[in-house]
C-alpha cells in the first residue's frame, strides 16, 4: 500500500499514471512532504525487488483519500467549512485526484482477488482543485463558498507567516507547510486506468461520497442552533 504523490507531480493540466517515474520532492523542501515521500520512494522500490524475486505482492496506490473520520488538509477544509469558518481559500489551484476511503479498501480487496504479482494499480477518482472543491461543497450544502483567496506568496514567505496562517485558521502548522510544499507542484493528479481495466474497480461519484463526508463532519462540527 503506498500513495500515489510518490509518482510524482503530473505537467500542468495533465495526469500521470503508474508508468511515470518518480519526481520526489523539491530541493528546497524543508517540511516532512519530500522526506515522506523518499522514504515511501524506498519502501515502493524494495517491495518491487521482492516483487521481482517472487514474492507474491501486488501495490495499491490511491490518490488523496478522503471521507468520514478523514485528517487529511482536505479534512480540515471541510471541517472549517461546516463551522462557517471558511472565510478565505488557500492553494487554490492545489489540485488532487480524490478517492474515497471505502473506495481505497475495495481497491485492496480487489488487488488481492484479480491483481497481477509485482504490478502497481492507482486508485484515484474525480481530480479537483482547492477552488473547485469549495465550489463543490457549496452547492452539496446551499452554502457560500469562500469569498477570498490568500495568495500562495503571501503563504511562501516563511515559517513565521505558516505559523499565523495556521493559528487563524485554526489549523495545526504541519497542515499549512505541507500544503505549502505540495502547492510548489500544484498539480497531483492520476488516472486510475489499469485498475478499472484489469481489476474492475470503479469510484464512486465525487458528488455521492463527498456529500456523506461532508454530512460526517457536519453532523460533528457544525455550530448546534438553540
Known amino acids: 500500500f503506498d500513495e500515489a504523490f510518490l509518482i ?40 518491487r ?35 462557517g469558518r471558511l472565510l478565505a481559500l488557500a492553494f487554490p489551484k492545489l489540485t488532487f485526484s480524490l478517492t474515497h476511503v471505502d473506495d481505497v479498501a475495495h ?54 507567516v505558516a505559523a499565523v496562517a495556521a493559528r487563524l485558521a485554526g489549523l495545526p502548522k504541519n497542515v499549512v507547510t505541507e500544503g505549502m510544499a505540495m502547492a510548489k507542484a500544484e498539480r497531483w493528479a492520476y488516472r486510475a486506468d489499469k485498475a478499472i481495466r484489469e481489476l474492475g474497480w470503479t469510484p464512486r461519484p465525487i458528488e455521492e461520497g463527498m456529500k456523506e463526508t461532508i454530512e460526517w463532519f457536519r453532523d460533528r462540527y457544525a455550530p448546534r442552533r438553540s
Open 49 to 83: 525487488e521482492y516483487a521481482a524475486q517472487g514474492l507474491p505482492l501486488r501495490i495499491v496506490m490511491p490518490g488523496a483519500v478522503y471521507g468520514p473520520g478523514d485528517q487529511s488538509l482536505i479534512a480540515f477544509l471541510m471541517r472549517l467549512f461546516v463551522k
Open 107 to 160: 481497491g485492496l480487496e480487489l488487488a488481492g482477488e484479480k491483481g497481477r504479482d509485482g504490478e502497481d494499480y492507482i486508485v484515484c477518482g474525480q481530480t479537483l482543485a482547492f477552488d473547485e472543491l469549495s465550489r463543490l461543497m457549496a452547492q452539496l450544502t446551499g452554502w457560500s463558498p469562500p469569498r477570498f483567496v490568500v495568495p500562495t506568496r503571501v503563504l511562501e514567505n516563511g515559517a513565521k
Open 8 to 47: 510524482g507531480n503530473a505537467a500542468a493540466g495533465g495526469v500521470a499514471d503508474s508508468r511515470r517515474k518518480a519526481r520526489i520532492g523539491h530541493a528546497d523542501d524543508d517540511v516532512g512532504v519530500a522526506r515522506r515521500l523518499h522514504g515511501q520512494d524506498f519502501a515502493h522500490a524494495a517491495a
